[in-house]
């Protein structure tokens, strides 16, 4: 029983150890750790409604993350309405006019209303204009969609309700391959910085974004 109870005592320190490691960015309840796109503080254009982070309508500023991230691990959950469209950005920096200049998106969409939705590359869970999720796993408009995005030593997963279904090696021959067949050939600064901020979009209408976690690796 002893020794039971020195495997459990070291379980919960460890799993302790694992939960302090994750920084919080929205609770449900407070904002923590995000700001507008080029702004210094938190815009009016989002607001936190039944425990939910949600765009004003009439409104559009992007968020980003006020630090920067290089290895990571990102944790939400986002919903759409019925035709409606968001994206989630890694590696962003703000040298540009807009953050989708310079950062790679995984694609929030409803896939079944919004013409994003019928090309696969543009389709919820891509790596936006560039790589096709490999299954379709996105929930029906109005239920929330949990998202993990992992990057570690540039190699990045985009992970939708469980299902691993976007894999590429940020800055390889076969990415800048991709770039180059798509509309970011002609942005200097996409996907040039090796860190960057996390960033929601937050100007293409109504979203809602919940549960919002990132840990360093």
């Given at each position: 029983m002893k020794n039971l109870s020195i495997l459990l005592t070291a379980f919960i320190m460890v799993g302790f150890s694992s939960n302090s490691e994750w920084t919080v960015l929205f609770d449900g309840k407070t904002v923590k750790g995000l700001r507008g796109y080029k702004q210094s503080g938190f815009p009016d254009s989002?607001?936190?409604?039944?425990?939910?982070?949600?765009?004003?309508?009439?409104?559009?500023?992007?968020?980003?993350?006020?630090?920067?991230?290089?290895n990571f691990e990102l944790e939400l959950e986002w919903k759409v309405p019925k035709g409606g469209n968001s994206g989630i950005f890694y590696f962003a920096t703000e040298e540009g006019n807009y953050i989708w200049q310079s950062a790679p998106e995984m694609q929030v969409v409803d896939d079944e209303k919004h013409t994003d939705g019928k090309n696969t590359l543009t389709s919820a869970g891509a790596l936006y204009a560039l790589i096709a999720p490999s299954a379709n796993v996105v929930k029906p408009v109005g239920e929330f969609n949990q998202v993990r995005i992992k990057v570690k030593n540039n190699h990045v997963e985009h992970w939708l309700n469980g299902t691993k279904i976007v894999e590429y090696v940020y800055g390889s021959d076969m990415m800048w391959d991709l770039v180059a067949k798509s509309k970011f050939n002609k942005m200097p600064l996409f996907a040039k910085a090796s860190e960057g901020h996390i960033g929601l979009q937050g100007d293409h209408g109504l979203i809602w974004y919940k549960n919002i976690r990132i840990r360093r690796l």
């Open positions: 989002w607001e936190v409604v039944d425990g939910t982070l949600k765009t004003v309508p009439g409104h559009g500023v992007d968020l980003i993350s006020e630090e920067v991230y290089k």
